[in-house]
């Protein structure tokens, strides 16, 4: 028989054993799923408190951004997406960058990275981190932004994040041969994403095919609870859809690429 010093030991040692291997299993299942389907939710990634702290810089960035949006004039953007053509608009300073992301959508792409958004919390959170070096291996780097989805906002154009890596042509046939280099993560901040207010679409198994083949892929919308965060290959075609709930959707995004790639030059953007 144990004396209860020892019984309490061995129960410590087995709760820590049992929740490395439960977190382990749930890495795998995220593998399996970013490899599968192209998209997985990952839970449990951020505490309340951290989740506090990014919901007031997001309200911070917001103010800034629409004394940008309301105040200086907008440019339209051109730019050709899946084989065909696509028209936007984004407002520029010496600072900061948003881009038109769908009508009522708008991305704090450029400038709204520092306090909080350049901490730890976002730049080097471990969950994320050990997901994407499992991937990426090495050379990776990351930068954030935010995405702010208004009550009536529209659905977005289907899309890729990334570029498709050819100099003719952006049906994907060049990116889709070519290993895994680019993950965005989108973090809901105030809200749930749901149905309701336009949790992100995919077309599952895009990452893998060229656009010609879109068309036998399942289009796919997954709920994202506070605390989560929703995990996708730059590659696959997926775009946000309407926000049909009266509050705003705002999304934290974390860009995680390898080194050689450049995510600060947009097509359409001078
Ligand atoms: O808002 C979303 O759910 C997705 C946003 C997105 O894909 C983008 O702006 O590139």
Known sequence: MLNPFFKKIVTVILFIVSSAAIAKVNVQANLQELDTRGFTVVRNVFTAEQIKLLRDAYLQCKTQAFAIIDNIPAQPRFFSENDGNNQSKYWKTAQYTILQAGKGRYDFYQGFDNGILASDIVKHNAILEKLMLAIMKDEITNYSGIIHSEPGSEDQYWHRDTHTLANVGTDGS??????????????????????????????????????????????????????????????????????????????????YHKKWYNDQYRSGIN
Do not use: M, W
């Not at 989108?186 to 995919?202: A, K, S």
């Open 174 to 255: 060049k990116l889709v041969i070519h290993d895994d280099f680019y993950f965005t993560i989108l973090v809901p901040l105030t809200v749930d994403f749901t149905i309701e207010n336009g949790t992100t679409e995919f077309l599952e198994g895009s990452h893998r095919l060229t656009a010609k083949d879109f068309g036998n892929c399942k289009p796919v919308q997954v709920p994202v609870p506070l605390g989560s965060a929703l995990v996708f290959n730059g590659k696959i075609n997926h775009r946000g859809k309407a926000n049909l709930s009266k509050d705003d959707r705002p999304a934290l995004y974390i860009v």
